[in-house]
């Protein structure tokens, strides 16, 4: 493993990561820092542009770690009040995941899609290569139809030729996972490890799952066991929740800070494969809900950024 789990419970686990070290830690685990700005700035429809304070209207920046695809990296950093249409590409072996930073109480992050597969299994091996993410889409009001924009379909086959290459498994016969949990096969759904894990800025870092069976998802009272519904967390999981499957309401965030996504595991050394998840963020209280200036001056349109309009339950 390329971190150390820390015992935060006596059933549960978590990799703890203070604010403002996250970047620290993936250096430590895949070579230098760069910082590129995010590709969102050149996606931004001109004629929604409301013009907002300087400081309030930087674009997105993704913090590249290692070698990662041009315009990929670990992590996003949120410093605007736009909503972000986001692509990550999880390696299960990498326990770190990815992180949007920045991150405001009440803020939302709403999965849209959640694709791939993964290997559990002991005896495969990889590589280690860190997880990447990017933003295919930077404004207000964005929806679903970013991911599907013509700008943005190309940039993301890119991360997926490159997840594809990368993240590849060389034995996918036991302990396969998709993205919420499920063996492909026998379509029961796994409790110990499997699929993707998102745990809010107030959880400090990334829970993971362990040996003893009370660091598992519980079984449950719902229709199907081990389902991965916020009663079924297991007890030490906090301020986070999984992603399952038919489940694209907006989640509000807890706590100010870095936001992570990860894969549910505890040894992650020798998982293989990939998940790709698409995402929204979106604020949940804009500091400067009025605009300075509007570049359209078009009577009867909508405000984008009015505080009806920006708030998701």
């Not at 936001?259 to 992650?268: C, G, N, R, T």
Request: charged content about 25%; some cysteine; overall charge negative.
């Amino acid at each position: 493993m390329n971190t150390v789990i820390e015992n935060q419970m006596p059933q549960g686990r978590k990799r703890s990561i203070p604010q403002g070290t996250y970047l620290a830690e993936n250096v430590k685990a895949f070579g230098a820092q760069s910082r590129t700005e995010s590709v969102a700035s050149r996606l931004r429809p001109i004629e929604d542009t409301v013009v907002m304070p300087e400081v309030m209207n930087e674009p997105a920046v993704v913090n590249t770690v290692g070698v990662q695809p041009e315009g990929f990296g670990k992590s996003v950093s949120w410093r605007g009040e736009d909503d972000l249409a986001v692509v990550a590409f999880i390696n299960p072996a990498d326990d770190l995941g990815v992180a949007i930073q920045g991150v405001r109480d009440q803020d939302t992050i709403q999965m849209i899609s959640a694709t791939g597969s993964a290997s559990f299994d002991e005896e495969t091996k990889n590589a280690g290569i860190p997880s990447l993410i990017t933003v295919v889409g930077e404004a207000a009001g964005l929806t679903a139809a970013a991911f599907g924009a013509a700008v943005a379909v190309p940039f993301i086959k890119v991360g997926e030729t490159y997840a594809k290459e990368m993240f590849k498994e060389k034995q996918v016969k036991t302990k396969v996972r998709d993205a919420y949990g499920r063996d492909p096969k026998s379509r029961d759904l796994a409790r110990q490890e499997g699929g993707v894990l998102v745990c809010f800025p107030a959880a400090t870092g990334i829970w993971t799952s362990g040996g003893d069976k009370d660091a598992w998802i519980k079984e449950g009272q719902t229709a199907e066991t081990g389902e991965r519904v916020d009663a079924n967390r297991p007890a030490h999981v906090v301020d986070a929740y999984f992603l399952r499957k038919g489940d694209q309401q907006p989640h509000a965030s807890a706590g100010d800070g870095d936001l992570f996504l990860s894969a549910w595991d505890y040894k992650f050394g020798d998982n293989l494969g990939t998940y790709e998840v698409h995402f929204l963020m979106k604020r949940g209280v804009p500091q400067h809900p009025d605009p300075v200036e509007r570049r359209d001056e078009q009577p009867g349109r909508a405000d984008h950024r009015a505080p009806g309009n920006r708030r998701h339950p």
